[in-house]
């Protein structure tokens, strides 16, 4: 099977990258840098009309939205356990990773990037204020959904590796998150896996 894995660093495709990691997947990482606007650039267009990444492609065939391309790797890679078995908590799963990618990478996009959804400078304050005061709602609920758990459900899954890049991305717009240990130390156990090292520290040449 041929993957290729278009990423840029401190991106949500970071979560991609970790699960290919975990799942044992030989693939190939092609850097898309959005600080430089790679994404829209022709020649990536032309590979991914959407212009954004995690990317995917597998044999030809490209696949996006990280809840799809993290459900194939676990799908895909059954022996790694990147998802619960049981059929309830599967679709609690799949539920997490719809609520990461829609009810919370949201907020941290607008309080990354207020141009995209304001021309007048004026009010960029008052959208990042909001934007990090709804980041803050979601994780409060976030955190009583990790109190007094190791990872999401009773092993790691694909839902820790998207969660970590939520959380990574909130320390890198300045919010301070100490308030949720639970969180935290979420967190802090995923940095001590290999896989997350790798991703980390792989920056293009």
């Given at each position: 099977?041929?993957?290729t894995l278009?990423h840029?660093p401190?991106a949500?495709?970071?979560a991609?990258?970790i699960?290919?990691?975990?799942a ?5 990482v092609?850097?898309i840098?959005l600080?430089?606007?790679d994404q ?10 959407k212009?954004k990444v995690p990317?995917?492609v ?8 990280n ?6 790797i ?5 022996e ?7 059929s309830?908590k ?6 997490h990773m ?7 990478h ?12 304001c ?6 304050a008052?959208?990042k204020?909001?934007?990090?005061a709804?980041y803050m709602?979601?994780?409060?609920l976030?955190e009583a959904?990790?109190m ?12 820790d590796?998207?969660f970590f ?5 909130a320390?890198t717009?300045?919010f ?10 979420h967190y802090n156990?995923m940095?001590?896996r ?7 520290t792989?920056k293009?040449?």
């Open positions: 099977m041929d993957i278009y840029s401190g949500c495709s970071m991609t990258y699960s290919l990691l975990e044992g997947a030989v693939f190939d092609k850097f840098l600080k430089n606007n829209t650039s022709p020649d990536y267009a032309a590979i991914n009309p212009k990317f995917l597998i044999d030809g065939k490209g696949l996006s939205e809840i799809a391309m993290q459900t194939w676990a799908e895909t890679y059954p790694a356990n990147l998802l619960p078995s049981d309830w599967h679709k609690q799963a799949l539920s719809g609520w990461f990618g829609s009810g919370i949201q907020h941290l996009t607008r309080h990354f990037k207020p141009v995209k959804f021309a007048d400078t004026n009010a960029h008052d959208i204020e909001k934007a990090r709804m709602e979601q994780l409060a976030v959904e990790l007094g758990k190791t990872w999401f459900f009773d092993h790691f899954t694909v839902c590796s998207y890049w939520i959380y990574d991305r320390l717009e300045g301070d998150l100490s308030e949720f240990k639970s969180c935290t130390d156990r940095r001590e290999e896989s997350v090292q790798k991703v980390l792989h293009p040449d």
